[in-house]
């Protein structure tokens, strides 16, 4: 039966944005804005990775299709970087749409994926949209121990993979050796493909971070992005890795079906920061690794193991407006958070996410000492009208 003008259910059923409901606010904000929501970088790229950069003369065919793969120099380079051999490697339109072309190729309608919580929150929609069922595990918050049992609880016979993010986004974790031993173990004892998502592997501060691919290298395939490595957002590079040519040959249909191939002068700037970019992403690392500490210490928060976020609770802050009001009285001071139902809303409905990068260091730190200052002032409201513990009691990422 025809249903125009609606969409597929499984379209209308998604989310519509995260800051939908607040953007006319925050269209009206006026001074110094502080927009903390965002997952990216103040930092400009490398400047031979920059667009300006790029020329016909020195890239003859600059505009033309390139090949689906990649374009051979850029997969030669991290074909040696990853030590494997390039027939497994695909560059995509971001990790976005690599996890995409993942998602595509691996679920039948229907099929659930155990997506460790809190996540990325575009992954529930990739799942969603590929007639699949993302399935929320609250996880990167919980402590460590017992994580078969954990993971057991939400395993059915539709249960097809899990998807790992290691540095996380939003709680900035770095999963361990043991944990991730745990879940490959886990993973291959009920014969799951996993999804790694390791866009954040150059930033890893106080924590080792380990390659997922290491602990189930038959049955991992790996997604990375220049977007966030390297401060290419905006020109939608990434790659993934799968576990042998077979694996990443069926991934490529479903690539070439969604976006055909990553867009050549993308590459090309890609390949600039990979040959030449090993200082920009110390300094990267180094300038992160600050921010996050300082806005962690300001907060009262344990500083983060990796990424580029902290995730915390303000339930003890909230009163009878709940989360929305406590994000309306942030955009008062200019200051925009993610709220934190985008990243799991079966379990993290009172949480907020803080991006430390979004801004020049000065700029995060000044909108970050507003937030303390709003969050001791909402806290006081709260313990006069029932009580609430000290910020340092809440319950935060590791």
């Not at 989310?15 to 006319?24: A, L, Q, T, Y």
């Not at 200051?335 to 379990?347: C, K, N, R, W």
């Not at 993290?348 to 001791?376: H, M």
Request: proline share 7%.
């Amino acid at each position: 039966m025809p249903r125009h003008p609606a969409a597929a259910p499984h379209i209308t059923a998604i989310p519509g944005g995260v800051f939908s409901r607040f953007r006319s606010r925050i269209a009206t904000l006026t001074g110094e804005v502080y927009p903390l929501h965002v997952g990216d970088t103040w930092m400009e790229p490398l400047p031979a990775a920059r667009m300006e950069a790029l020329t016909t003369a020195a890239h003859p065919g600059l505009h033309r299709y390139p090949p689906v793969n990649g374009i051979p120099e850029l997969l030669a380079a991290l074909a040696v970087r990853h030590g494997v051999d390039s027939g497994r490697i695909l560059m995509t339109c971001g990790a976005t749409g690599g996890l995409k072309a993942v998602a595509g190729a691996m679920l039948a309608p229907g099929e659930e994926v155990l997506i460790l919580a809190p996540y990325w929150p575009l992954i529930a929609g990739i799942v969603a949209t590929s007639n699949g069922t993302p399935v929320e595990v609250p996880f990167l918050d919980r402590g460590a121990g017992d994580i078969a049992g954990r993971l057991s609880k939400y395993l059915t016979d539709k249960t097809v993979a899990i998807y790992i993010n290691s540095p996380n986004n939003p709680t900035g974790a770095v999963l361990s050796e043991a944990e991730l031993s745990e879940l490959a173990a886990f993973a291959r004892a009920h014969d799951l493909w996993i999804w790694a998502d390791e866009i954040y592997e150059h930033y890893a501060y106080t924590a080792d971070c380990h390659p997922v691919a290491g602990f189930a290298p038959e049955r991992t395939v790996s997604v990375f992005s220049f977007s966030k490595a390297y401060g290419l957002a905006g020109s939608r590079c990434g790659y993934l890795i799968g576990p042998d040519a077979q694996a990443t040959g069926q991934i490529r249909k479903s690539l070439i079906h969604a976006f055909y191939s990553a867009p050549r002068a993308s590459q090309q700037s890609a390949l600039a920061a990979l040959l030449g970019g090993d200082a920009w992403l110390a300094d990267a690392a180094a300038q992160y690794e600050s921010a996050g500490a300082n806005a962690a210490l300001t907060l009262g928060l344990p500083a983060p193991q990796g990424g580029t976020f902290l995730f915390f609770d303000v339930s003890d802050c909230l009163d009878e407006r709940g989360l929305d009001g406590f994000l309306f009285d942030c955009l008062e001071e200019n200051l925009i958070l993610a709220p934190g139902a985008s990243f799991g809303p079966g379990h993290y409905s009172n949480f907020v996410r803080l991006c430390f990068t979004a801004a020049p260091p000065e700029v995060v730190q000044r909108g970050v000492e507003k937030l303390a200052a709003l969050i001791a002032r909402s806290r006081l409201r709260a313990l006069q009208h029932g009580g609430c513990g000290p910020l340092d009691d809440r319950k935060a990422s590791r």
